[in-house]
């Protein structure tokens, strides 16, 4: 009868929504080669398998083209990655080696600008939804970014070999080298 049909479409309508958690947003279209979002695209950062990793995201409007967007969020990705390395590089060369702030600060610096070009892009992924409420599409990527960690410790190495003669004093300096054997031992 026409009352049951009218609740069965409003069940289909409404079902899919709450099997969804209310979701408003539809995926219209994605990169090619995929069939469903990767996993990697709700992980931040981390390591693994020898490798540091930071995940990026940029969005879009329709109209974007889904390489720029991708770029972008490698763009995040790479400054998300490196203010990691330095803020981690900063408080071990405060906490472990006794350095002050600006010379903790100017070491994971140098760090920061020697390994910046040792970033890679390994994945990205695009998709685009429609939101059904507001009926506007965007276009979101995402970038997944690494960095060796054996790089990563050649280049906080390096950085304490520059920051030697600067802004660290001998003592300091003398000091620093047994608590980076201490740490390189570990």
């Known amino acids: 009868t026409e ?3 009218t609740v069965m479409m409003i069940a289909g309508l409404v079902l899919p929504a709450i099997l969804t958690g209310c979701a408003t947003e539809t995926v219209i279209s994605q990169k090619p080669g995929y069939s469903s979002a990767p996993s990697w695209i709700r992980d931040v950062g ?4 020898g490798q540091r990793y930071q995940v990026g995201s940029a ?3 329709e109209s974007a083209m889904a390489s720029a967007v991708e770029k972008m969020a490698a ?3 790479r400054r998300a990655l490196a203010a990691s390395v330095q803020s981690e590089t900063e408080a071990f ?3 472990e080696m006794g350095m002050s702030d600006s010379q903790a600060q100017e ?3 140098e760090t920061v600008k020697l390994k910046a070009s ?5 994945q990205t992924y695009w998709h685009k939804v429609a939101d059904n409420k507001t ?4 276009l979101r990527a995402w970038a997944k970014v690494t960095m060796p960690e054996k790089e990563y410790q050649d280049a906080v190495k390096a950085a304490k070999a520059r920051a030697k003669g600067k802004a660290v004093s001998q003592q300091t300096w003398d000091e620093a080298k047994e608590k980076w054997k201490q740490a390189d031992a570990e």
Do not use: C, H, Y
Request: net charge negative; proline share 0%.
């Open 93 to 95: 060369a405060k906490d």
């Open 118 to 122: 040792g970033l890679r892009v390994t």
């Open 107 to 109: 070491v994971a610096q």
């Open 46 to 49: 981390g390591d693994e398998n």
């Open 135 to 138: 009926e506007t599409v965007r």
């Open 3 to 5: 009352m049951k049909k």
């Open 75 to 77: 763009r995040e990705a």
């Open 59 to 61: 969005e879009g409007d």
